[in-house]
């Protein structure tokens, strides 16, 4: 049920939610029962926020369904924040205040914090679906970040952790410049991680395929397609994928290449 599925109304059946809400620690978010937010900037946009500071996260995530008039000419970001886009479904404008980017289902563009992100749907006449994201940017002396643009499709696959039924690929670059990553991890059916992982980094996962059991913080739950997991700081984490045939996959945010403050 809820906007993103066009069910509203009276239901049939008694109300039910699959979201476990863990705050500061873990939060299964699925498509049903997203509701959408407006905010300053997104015009002829559907929009829900999903991970967040409320959440205990230290970034912003979104789910974006840019209609066919779709646009933010505001600028997305504010100083001292970097932004990321990556088109689940569409295709869509991205201009950093000097440069168009065109992308297409698979594309993303990085934009470093000091450039806002412009946007509008192309996709002649159609939906493009978004996922965003906005972390404010921890400098280090002598590296900085830069724009990146690509599409996954073009990126390696890397067999994750030795395992050659689980693919990883990285979004971004891995040097000092940058203080996180967005990764994309594909698990074949009856694939899985190799060990729980318990670690001080923070993720924002969106599923864009595929069906599994995700285990957080020592519950098992099921997960599948368009859900969203918040995996907060330490949180033990793994999953195994089922289904068929498609694999489970998700995108996912992860801070990098800094010294916790004290
Ligand atoms: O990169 C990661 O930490 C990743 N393997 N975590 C996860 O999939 N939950
Ligand atoms: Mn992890």
């Not at 404010?136 to 690509?150: C, L, M, P, T, W």
């Not at 992982?197 to 864009?208: D, I, K, S």
Request: contains cysteine; proline residues 4%.
């Amino acid at each position: 049920m809820g906007y993103k599925n066009k069910r509203t109304g009276y239901s049939d059946e008694l109300l039910a939610s699959r979201s476990i809400i863990r705050r500061d620690n873990f939060a299964l978010i699925p498509q049903d029962g997203l509701v959408n937010n407006r905010i300053p900037g997104f015009e002829n946009c559907e929009l829900s926020v999903l991970g967040s500071p409320k959440l205990g996260a230290s970034f912003v995530d979104y789910v974006v369904t840019m209609l066919p008039e779709g646009k933010n000419t505001r600028g997305f970001g504010e100083e001292g924040v970097q932004t990321f886009v990556y088109v689940i479904e569409g295709k869509v404008k991205v201009n950093d205040g000097e440069t168009d980017y065109t992308l297409e289902t698979g594309g993303y563009v990085y934009l470093p914090a000091g450039k806002k992100m412009y946007l509008e749907n192309i996709n002649d006449g159609q939906n493009s679906e978004l996922f965003l994201y906005k972390k404010r940017y921890e400098a280090i002396e002598g590296y900085e970040a830069h724009n990146v643009v690509g599409n996954v499709n073009d990126l390696e696959k890397i067999d994750y952790e030795g395992m050659t039924d689980v693919a990883l690929s990285d979004l971004l670059p891995t040097d000092l410049g940058f203080d996180m990553n967005i990764h994309i991890l594909s698990f074949k059916p009856g694939a899985s991680h190799g060990y729980i992982e318990t670690h001080v980094q923070e993720h924002g996962a969106l599923l864009l395929s595929g069906k599994g059991v995700y285990v957080l913080d020592n519950e098992w739950i099921p997960v599948e397609k368009g859900d969203y997991i918040f995996m907060g700081a330490y949180v033990p984490q793994a999953t195994y994928a089922v289904g068929r045939d498609e694999p489970l996959s998700y995108i996912y945010s992860k801070d990098c290449n800094r010294d916790p403050k004290i």
